[in-house]
């Protein structure tokens, strides 16, 4: 009797268990596309070739672990608050408190079994669909990864089934001890805040310390090696959650003071905040460390990225070299962009092969110039013109001029154009091209490359030195599973972020609806609700966004030792990041409109 | 005398239920007035259309035909941000449930309707400091609603009701909630806003004890006003006698 009672109550709140299921099963799929890459350890040491790449991965798993168990207790706590009123309806009604605990771990595992059961499906489905997506966009190939990973699976629901468990005697406990009476009665307090000036400062300047001592570890990671990972995930989460817990107070409090706050709804999103920040801060310091991760993962995956077009072009003054190209090839050349294309005449005599000199005075052959930075660091390549006395001087150490050959054991000399007209030998030609952005093109270069291949096999010259897409194939074989972990683990964490934060936000809108039907009362136009509402989550995302920058900016000194320039070009990740996450803030006050605010009259 | 009401309304009605569901006339046909500075009851049984009254001359609700006039002002042709407005600036409202926003102190709640306002923040401040006073809450403005009894949160929400010198105050059982002297209290402080201040008011209840502080009575039941009871000059005991008999006789 008792569970078709509960049945018919899932059917009534039909909205709000979607809203729980919902959160709970992204919440175990991106741990599932987490621990597909984390469990597998035969993909990251083939992929990951840098010595901490395990324990950063096993760190992580405990972190994700970590925030899932924060993540399952709220999902309960919102299950409890919607049933604690029908136990105590039951239990009035002479069903004994036993019988209630049990229907409620009952509930509470079958809400964690659907759950865990739909994570795991979608799961599969987003590492398959995010990785087929990612290899395509990336081009790269990779070893020992398939979307259905069993280790994964099992890890998932183990985890999940403890955390279910651990959530179902957390209810039980309080069922036991809270009062029928309070059961039926439960209404929303809510605790008056206490403003203790010196002990917020103190909090807040202890906070700053905490993060600080992160920062610093992340910055000596040379020093501290693998500890700073772990003591840097603890300052840094406990200092965050200093900070937000004062400063926020101590802001709100201040605002509160001023005139502006008597503003129209100002005073109300304030206090709306105020409690919010107080309810939220661990939320938001996991929003944020998340944050963190997820655009630290883009950057770092990213910086990947760029370094095998980086150093691909350090290899070699141009792209790829294209002997005699036919028709067909022409037409792949004008569908590259960002081009510039240099053509030289050929003609092969015995073991010589001459240019024209005159066409290397008009169109001058370039070269890699290789620069040391004041600090000792490499600078950027820079491609300069070579002279034709210096190419004819030491023609024997341009490798890359030698490719344009495109066959060895050839040796180049130079003839002004009578002289080289009156040769008597097949015309012969090279199209030297040269791409500012070869991942852009890669798929056009990559063809441009077979067809050469194909028309000239026997001549086909190893390695690296004869255009830089030789060399950018090369590289991205070995860096691509960086760059592929990367983007991956920042979409997960960015996934598992929006549905942390929105889930908690719409979580509170039970209460919330009341007050907004309560200001709508006593006048307040639609327009300043919503304007109130717009502000009060833009607040609990931009918070611990900024925060979480903050906490990439100094996180990228980590990856100092592995990547060569970790901050270049961070304002496109950013900038990216910051337009994906307005997306989850946009969608989240839509929702949140849509529940809270009274319904218009027809 | 028409023109110069408070409130007017007129051949009131209300049916819900769309057009295939199952119809029910909650009104069915209101005419009554309120002349400024009058404090009038309206009493009924449960489900005798009393709520549905108050809500349309709050706002809250559109009546199906009929009109009401609050201030000389159609409020059923109100639109949108009108409706806000009219709401904001026009009339206060004190619930049973008192309806404080609980995320902020009594006197944050009280200025709430001034801020909606956009009135200037020294006004503000004269304004709930001296409402407070009229209504002795001067120490419970720094506390939180959690941290006052019922009696207190009804008085901080009869100040936030009337801090805007609205021209109408409307009560929906405002001494539901509260034990019998908080309501002695409360009502008392109702009639001494309506007598000092000239503020009309109008109460809706089922508890002849608050009615009998009214000058006026009118009874509604199953959709229409059935009686009328004056208080004509009588103490406040031989009115709430005189109830207590309508009562016998009209619910009959």
């Known amino acids: 009797m008792l569970f078709r009672l509960a049945l018919s109550n899932i059917k009534n709140r039909i909205r709000d268990y979607i809203v729980l299921l919902t959160g709970l099963v992204m919440s175990s799929a991106i741990f599932y596309m987490f621990a597909n890459l984390a469990t597998n350890e035969d993909f990251i040491k083939t992929n990951a070739s840098f010595k901490f790449a395990v324990p950063v991965f096993y760190f992580g798993e405990v972190l994700l672990a970590i925030i899932t168990f924060i993540y399952v207790m709220y999902a309960n706590s919102f299950l409890l608050n919607m049933r604690l009123h029908d136990y105590g309806l039951f239990m009035m009604l002479g069903a004994k408190k036993r019988r209630v605990g049990s229907l409620m771990v009952l509930e509470t595992l079958t809400v964690g079994v659907i759950a865990t059961a739909l994570g795991l499906v979608l799961g599969v489905a987003l590492t398959g669909g995010i990785s087929g997506l990612l290899f395509d966009h990336l081009g790269i190939v990779l070893h020992h990864f398939n979307p259905f990973y069993l280790k994964a699976l099992l890890t998932t629901v183990l985890l999940y089934l403890i955390l279910f468990v651990i959530a179902a005697i957390f209810n039980l406990q309080s069922l036991i001890r809270t009062p029928v009476l309070k059961l039926l009665n439960q209404t929303d307090s809510v605790d008056k805040i206490k403003v203790r000036g010196f002990g917020l400062f103190f909090s807040g300047i202890l906070g700053v310390v905490l993060v600080g001592i992160g920062y610093y570890v992340l910055h000596e990671i040379v020093v501290f090696q693998l500890m700073a990972i772990p003591i840097a995930l603890v300052t840094i989460v406990l200092g965050s959650y200093l900070i937000f817990r004062s400063s926020m107070t101590l802001i709100i409090h201040w605002l509160k003071g001023t005139g502006w706050a008597r503003h129209k709804l100002n005073n109300f999103t304030l206090s709306q905040i105020m409690f919010r920040i107080r309810d939220y801060t661990k939320i938001l310091t996991i929003t944020s460390l998340l944050f963190a991760l997820a655009l630290g993962a883009i950057t770092v995956g990213s910086g990947f990225n760029r370094q095998i077009d980086w150093m691909a072009k350090m290899s070699s003054s141009y792209t790829l070299a294209v002997n005699n190209p036919t028709t067909q090839e022409q037409k792949l050349m004008t569908q590259l962009t960002g081009t510039k294309i240099v053509s030289y005449d050929q003609k092969f005599v015995g073991k010589n092969v001459i240019y024209n000199e005159d066409q290397f005075v008009q169109n001058p052959f370039m070269v890699v110039k290789y620069e040391k930075a004041k600090d000792g660091t490499v600078k950027a390549p820079k491609t300069v013109p070579i002279s034709v006395q210096k190419l004819k001087s030491d023609v024997n150490d341009q490798l890359d001029f030698l490719g344009l050959a495109g066959r060895t054991g050839v040796e180049p000399s130079f003839q002004k154009t009578n002289q080289f007209n009156q040769i008597n030998a097949n015309n012969n030609s090279v199209s030297v091209i040269t791409v500012k952005n070869i991942g852009v093109n890669r798929d056009v270069l990559t063809k441009l490359n077979n067809l050469q291949n194909k028309a000239h096999p026997q001549e086909s010259i190893s390695g690296i030195g004869v255009g830089s897409f030789q060399a950018y194939l090369v590289i991205s074989s070995m860096y691509g599973g960086l760059e592929f972990i990367g983007y991956f683990l920042g979409i997960a964490f960015l996934a598992m972020l929006a549905s942390c934060l929105m889930f908690k936000i719409l979580s509170g809108t039970r209460q919330d609806a009341i007050r907004y039907n309560l200001l709508s009362k006593v006048g307040t136009r639609r327009s300043l609700l919503r304007q109130s509402i717009n502000r009060e989550i833009f607040v609990l995302f931009a918070v611990p966004g900024i925060l979480g920058i903050v906490d990439v900016l100094f996180g990228l000194q980590m990856f100092k030792p592995i990547l060569d320039k970790p901050y270049y070009n961070i304002q496109y990740p950013i900038l990216i990041f910051i337009g994906l996450y307005l997306i989850y803030y946009f969608l989240t006050t839509w929702l949140y409109k849509l529940i809270v605010l009274p319904k218009k009259k027809k | ?252």
């Open chain 2, 1 to 252: 005398m028409n023109n110069q009401a408070i409130v007017s309304v007129s051949d009131l009605h209300k049916t819900y239920g769309g057009k295939n569901e199952k119809q029910y006339e909650a009104l069915k046909g209101i005419n009554f007035d309120v002349q400024p500075g009058e404090f009038v009851g309206i009493m009924g049984a449960s489900g005798s259309g009393k709520t549905t009254l108050l809500n349309m001359l709050a706002t809250l609700d559109r009546p199906t035909s009929g009109s009401v006039k609050i201030n000389d002002q159609d409020v059923t042709k109100l639109k949108g941000n009108k409706i806000a407005d009219f709401r904001a600036n026009e009339i206060g409202f004190i619930f049973q449930d008192f309806n404080l926003l609980e995320t902020l102190t009594a006197e944050e709640n009280i200025a709430l309707p001034l801020s909606l306002q956009g009135v200037r923040r020294s006004a503000i401040n004269q304004a709930v400091n001296a409402v407070a006073t009229t209504l002795s809450i001067e120490d419970l403005l720094k506390k939180y609603p959690t941290e006052l009894s019922g009696g207190q949160k009804q008085r901080v929400a009869a100040a936030r009701a009337i801090v805007h010198k609205p021209a109408l105050l409307l009560g929906d059982e405002p001494t539901g909630a509260l034990d019998s002297n908080s309501a002695r209290e409360l009502l008392e402080l109702l009639t001494d806003i309506n007598q000092k201040q000239g503020v009309s008011v109008l109460l809706v209840t089922h508890d002849p004890f608050s009615a009998s502080f009214c000058d006026r009575i009118l009874f509604i039941k199953d959709g229409v006003i059935g009686q009328e009871l004056k208080r004509n000059g009588d103490s406040r005991t031989e009115f709430y006698q005189n109830i207590l008999e309508k009562l016998g006789t009209f619910e009959q």
